[in-house]
């Protein structure tokens, strides 16, 4: 049976991390800061917005909350970003998405200066990414893979790595942070001819295809690292993932849980993007 790798260790030892940052910060004169800025108020914004909160307070960054009607106008959305943007004390913005579809999300978005762009949502954060440069952040969970692989010692120089996805919040960042650090890196899709054959040629795979229990034991060989990234709930209304995680323990080397992964290491980057991001005004 592989290793189960939980989330849970990787993000104590970044907040840890961070904590310590924003500590050095603070005695410099720097109090890291975040603005959340949510429209409406949709069940699972306003849960990511609490946790975001919590975590922030136990870390010493400070949590400005911009909450806007469903209704609002996408100038007042606009005049709230702004404001936040050029408020020296703010040093990280997280626009909560979806907006409301009256709104023009990619121009809003692209209003977020690229660095207080903590979440990696701008284009100019994405140029970042794929250029190598330091501008922006990258997206949080892309970045939470490869704390992931970091943290329990994957060394990515020269491993074949399968991305399976290609959207601009997982799939072709994850794929340039990992050519970064010097893997050989394949990017698949659910349209990908053979793609079982094509998974099982990774040492390393991200399964971000955003698909439900997708991928199975006919998709793995031994000695893989699986990271799986998907957000799903089953008919019983339990989280689970891309992976068939029970199915893919039979064969690989570790795994990923979905709940308890991916995902739980993502809050833990956006507040390491904004003790961060404070720390490069210095």
Known sequence: MGQIWKGGPVASALNQDTAQKVELLKE??????????????????????????RRAEALGIAAFRFCLAQDASEREVEETIDMAAEDPAIHGILL???????????????????????????????????????????????????????????????????????????????AMLLLGQNATVTICHTKTEELSARVQEGDIVIAAAGRRGMFGREYFRPGQIVLDVGIHFDEEGKMCGDVRTAEAGELVEAVTPVPGGIGSVTTAVLMSHVAAAAGRQI
């Open 28 to 53: 410099k004169g720097i109090y890291p800061a975040l603005a959340i800025i949510r429209v409406g108020a949709r069940p699972d914004d306003i849960s990511y917005e609490n946790g975001a909160c």
């Open 96 to 174: 909560l998405r979806p907006l409301p579809s009256h709104m023009n999300e990619e121009r809003l978005v692209g209003r977020i200066p690229p660095q207080k762009d903590v979440d990696g949502v701008t284009d100019l954060s994405l140029s970042g990414v794929f250029s190598g440069k330091e501008i922006g952040f990258p997206p949080c969970t892309a970045q939470a893979c490869m704390e992931v692989l970091r943290h329990y010692g994957v060394d990515c120089r020269g491993k074949r790595a399968v991305v399976v996805g290609r959207s601009l919040v997982v799939g072709r960042p994850a």
